[in-house]
């Protein structure tokens, strides 16, 4: 294992320090607890709080987007480990401004059950929490049962629709519509050619060929569902494309979002070789871009590869993507 | 008699953190195959929480040793596995409480209520590759030797065995809860790590109970 790192175990709370004191203007800790962080002003009145988390190592997300018109707290695990309860519960007392809490997750049986045991607690505290569950990944199939996919980079789209939402002063239950509403409509699916290595663990999750590429990965560094022989770019994102766009399905006519994300290793340049071949493809399917996002949003470390997001739009949509966002790593005016 | 049946419990606690530390790479490698190659991390983590904890509770009652055993697990790591075993340790010590000693049944009776925890949090049936696949054959083995009149060091031995089994079987089983589940037939020849260490701390138990009796 080659990285620049201190002590293996040290490394979200090292990260963290830096973090934090570069967007002191954005996020700070809750007292209660060194992983939940919260906006620097939270508890925002008057306004349904968006809460997330999840394991560290897919940076910027998830602390990079906490800030108005964005996410009011993160709970931060481990890499790639779901945050213990505590740290939740404390991200949704420090964030709750009085109008109740959304707890936004991916579908991970460890975060599942965080996040329900800390929705609990927290009801009991008397506090109104609503969770909305991120299920957008087709890389693995499931198409008739959406319970068992994975959120994977539609995530980061639902915390700007329901930031946006909740920044309003819309009720819990229209920003709960939003999130479900947009993993409605969003659907990913993921290529890697190089894995990522977790350090504590200090071997690679898999290993490829020279000539090989790993289908349907998530952002854990865990193995996709098929390995085939590497092509060319653009018969890569034809293929995820046309996965994507069977799903929904996407339709002639639809308007979408498109969102192309790096998974930590793969340099723009490829990406927006990505980009122009899914614009090509989309329009001969007569499926217009409405707005498209490249760049990376949700990584998982070191790992090389990329995902599709496609993302039906409509006024209601593209009004809540187009609102303004004060974050680290999306400002939007 | 409380602090005599605390004292045991806490051996046999001491010994399963110091053996799920030992077997971290191993569980990490079982992992690595099914998921994120974190099992064992996350479980030396959990344990060596675990292992602070039990030191200021010499003189506790046995269930309220299981209860912040199971507190710490929940609180301390997160992941999939702090809930589950948190959850499995939080039962059992409901089931012991009131109790100044064990009776074969009273442990068995303690497995059943951890099974029945991870059923409810975890929402896995047996079948699905997954810790219950080492537990729920160790429970039914712990009721079947209780009911016959066996010792508890021969309770947790049956329990061991089965449980070795069920881990073993897991080879045989397509994924059907967690990460794993996503790579479908791929996870066929591949033991779960969540049941592996089910079957380490059960061996464990069963191994510094028959040292203590001896």
Redesign the interface.
């Known amino acids: 294992m080659k990285k620049f790192i201190n002590d293996p175990?040290r490394v979200v709370d090292e990260m963290l320090e830096g973090f934090l004191a570069v967007n002191a203007r954005y996020a700070r800790r809750a007292a209660g607890h060194p992983r939940a962080i919260v906006r620097a002003d939270a508890p925002v009145k008057g306004k349904v709080a968006v809460v997330t988390g999840g394991g560290s190592g897919h940076k910027p997300s998830f602390i990079g987007y906490i800030g108005k018109g964005m996410l009011d707290a993160v709970a931060a695990?481990?890499?790639?480990?779901?945050?213990?309860?505590?740290?939740v519960l404390e991200c949704v007392r420090a964030a709750h401004g009085g109008k109740g809490v959304l707890l936004l997750l991916g579908n991970?049986?460890?975060d599942v059950?965080?996040f329900d045991?800390a929705a609990e607690l927290a009801q009991e505290e008397g506090i109104e929490v609503q969770q909305a569950i991120a299920t957008d990944d087709v890389?693995?199939?499931?198409q008739d049962e959406p319970h068992?996919r994975?959120g994977v980079s539609g995530e980061f789209l639902i915390w700007k629709c329901c930031g946006a939402m909740a920044e309003r002063g819309e009720p819990l239950s229209e920003v709960k519509r939003i999130a479900e509403k947009v993993n409605a409509n969003a659907r990913t699916m993921g290529v890697a050619i190089a894995p990522c290595t977790?350090p504590?663990?200090g071997?690679p999750?898999?290993v490829l060929a020279e000539n090989e590429m790993e289908v349907?990965v998530?952002h854990?560094?865990?193995?996709g569902?098929a390995r085939e022989a590497l092509r060319p770019v653009d018969e890569i994102v034809d293929m995820l494309a046309e996965k994507v766009v069977n799903d929904l399905p996407y339709r002639a006519g639809d308007e979408v979002l498109t969102l192309i994300n790096g998974l930590g290793a793969t340099p723009l340049l490829e990406l927006y070789i990505a980009q122009r071949r899914l614009q090509q493809g989309l329009a001969g399917r007569g499926i217009r871009i409405g707005r498209a996002f490249v760049g990376e949003f949700f990584t998982a470390l070191e790992m090389a590869g990329f995902s599709i997001t496609l993302l039906k739009i409509d006024q209601e949509l593209k009004e809540l993507i187009a609102a303004p966002a004060d974050t680290p790593y999306l400002v939007q005016t | 008699m409380t602090d005599h049946v605390t004292g045991k419990a806490l051996r046999v606690l001491r010994a399963i953190c110091e053996e799920v530390e030992r077997n971290k790479d191993y569980l990490c490698e079982l992992d690595a195959a099914l998921g994120d190659g974190d099992h064992g991390i996350s479980m030396a983590k959990s344990f060596h929480a675990v292992a602070l904890r039990l030191d200021g509770l010499g003189n506790a009652p046995l269930s309220e040793v299981l209860q912040a055993v199971g507190m710490t697990l929940i609180s301390e790591v997160g992941g999939a596995m702090g809930p589950l075993f948190g959850t499995a340790f939080l039962r059992a010590g409901k089931v012991a409480a009131g109790k100044e000693s064990l009776t074969s049944s009273d442990l068995a009776q303690m497995l059943r209520a951890a099974e029945e925890g991870i059923v409810q949090r975890g929402k896995a049936q047996p079948g699905d590759k997954t810790m219950l696949d080492a537990l729920h054959p160790a429970v039914e083995a712990a009721q079947r030797a209780a009911t016959e009149g066996a010792t508890i060091r021969d309770v947790l031995r049956a329990a061991a065995a089965a449980s070795a089994q069920g881990a073993a079987a897991t080879k045989e089983m397509v994924a059907k809860m967690g990460r794993a589940s996503r790579l479908g037939e791929r996870t066929l020849g591949h033991q779960d790590a969540g049941a592996t260490s089910v079957s380490i701390i059960l061996r464990v138990a069963a191994e510094t109970v028959s040292a203590q009796q001896t």
């Open positions: 175990m695990g481990e890499i790639f480990t779901s945050p213990p309860v505590p740290a991970y049986a460890g059950m965080n045991m890389g693995a199939g499931f068992k994975r977790v504590a663990a071997k999750t898999f349907g998530g854990h560094g865990e193995p569902v």
